[in-house]
């Protein structure tokens, strides 16, 4: 253990299981330890760094903002807070956003919406689906379908159920029994172990959404932003939600969190009714602005062929079961336990992620084949050895 290992472990709450790799610096998916070893990122910060570590473009965004104004309270206007909402609405053809800081806080705000919405008819209840992952915040663990996320921090907020993916009938008879108020998904669950929602139960889904008047809310804190190799992944059901929450790779690695509203829920929240001190900070703004200026139809078409490509490469290899996922949100189900082949790949100088049993691959859009390919061998040869 290095010095700064040690430090940390004295006074940094013990909340994180870290590896002992203390990282001083990188670039692109690249990146350095403090003791001058090399990893490729295949984990992306958990898919925030969307465009690599310090990417040019990006670091000239926000340091061009950061020497303007780095902060001023929701009492006045910033040009990148209106840019980066014209952008979300233009590209989404939602209505409005609010911004915040994080996944767990944009789903707050999607659960405020929906309450609001709802109190007029008396329902409150908000559905979300077994497996799913919402945020650590109290509320958003309520929403969070794994028990083990639960038992120790009762009472949670109430109001909220749970049903299995995938499961058309138990989605009608939940709906039947609860008449929600909203429903709140994952099209490909994240932390659930990388599992894509099937068309015919999305569909379900928003034909239930507008049959009942229940608002359609879907969590893309980590399948949006061109992760899955379309700009959302709600993009690829054709579905039209009333609600879209987003954060981790809309930031590029700087924390913010966004709340999209269509037209039918764009005026539920009013003046007073939410709020947030850093919510659309400039800095954060500019760069998720960049961002999205350089999430174009080519870099998408190019993250669908990396994906295809790794898809190709992994399916069917020794050791491993079986590959799931969007793009490059990628699980792997390998004969090895995933933490064991996390921790060899790690040795090898690769750096991925694990979702449940399952080893998990979120690396930036902007990935370089080649490097790509290197940390795809690594991976193959941790799996067959
Ligand atoms: C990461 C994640 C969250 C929570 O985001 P934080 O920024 O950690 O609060 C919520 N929903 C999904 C689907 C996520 O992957």
């Given amino acids: 253990m290095n010095e700064i290992q040690a430090k940390d472990k004295q006074y940094v709450a013990g909340t994180y299981a870290r590896f002992p790799v203390t ?6 998916s690249e990146v350095f330890d403090t003791d001058g070893n090399r990893y490729i990122d295949m984990g992306s910060g958990i898919g925030v760094t969307a465009l ?16 303007a104004v780095q902060h001023m309270s929701n009492l006045y206007y910033t040009a990148p807070c209106a840019d980066l909402a014209e952008r979300l609405c233009t590209r989404t053809g939602m209505d409005k956003v609010f911004f915040s800081n994080s996944g767990a806080e944009a789903n707050e705000c999607a659960v405020k919406i929906a309450r609001k919405y709802a109190a007029e008819s008396g329902r409150h209840t908000i559905l979300t689906l077994e497996n799913s992952f919402h945020g650590r915040t109290l509320t958003t663990l309520a929403a969070t379908g794994q028990e083990h996320f639960h038992t120790l921090f009762q009472p949670l907020t109430p109001g909220f159920v749970h049903t299995p993916a995938n499961d058309i009938a138990a989605l009608r008879a939940a709906v039947e029994e609860y008449a929600p108020a909203a429903v709140l998904f994952e099209c490909v669950q994240g932390e659930g172990g990388v599992l894509p929602l099937e068309e015919d139960f999305v569909a379900e889904l928003a034909r239930l959404a507008a049959a009942r008047d229940m608002l359609l809310m879907v969590d893309e804190v980590q399948t949006g932003n061109g992760r899955t190799g379309a700009l959302y992944a709600y993009m690829h059901y054709g579905i039209t939600p009333d609600v879209v929450t987003t954060a981790k790779g809309l930031g590029g690695g700087l924390p913010i969190g966004a709340t999209l509203m269509s037209r039918k829920v764009s005026a539920v929240l009013g003046a007073g009714d939410h709020g947030s001190t850093y919510g659309g900070n400039p800095v954060a703004a500019a760069g998720a602005c960049h961002v999205l200026d350089r999430l174009d139809d080519t870099l998408l078409a190019a993250v669908r062929e990396k994906a295809a490509h790794a898809v190709a490469r992994l399916t069917g290899a ?5 590959v799931t996922g969007k793009g490059l949100m990628l699980g792997i189900e390998t004969e090895k336990p995933a933490a064991e082949v996390v921790r060899a790949c790690m040795e090898r100088g690769m750096l991925c992620l694990t979702a449940k049993t399952k080893v998990r691959l979120l690396p930036a859009l902007t990935i370089p084949q080649e490097l790509l390919d290197e940390a795809l061998d690594v ?4 799996c067959a050895g």
């Fill in 23 to 28: 990282i001083d610096h990188g670039h692109g």
């Fill in 52 to 67: 690599g570590i310090a990417d040019e473009g990006w670091v000239a965004a926000v340091t061009a903002q950061l020497s």
């Fill in 318 to 322: 020794r050791g491993i079961k079986a």
């Fill in 379 to 382: 991976l193959l040869g941790v």
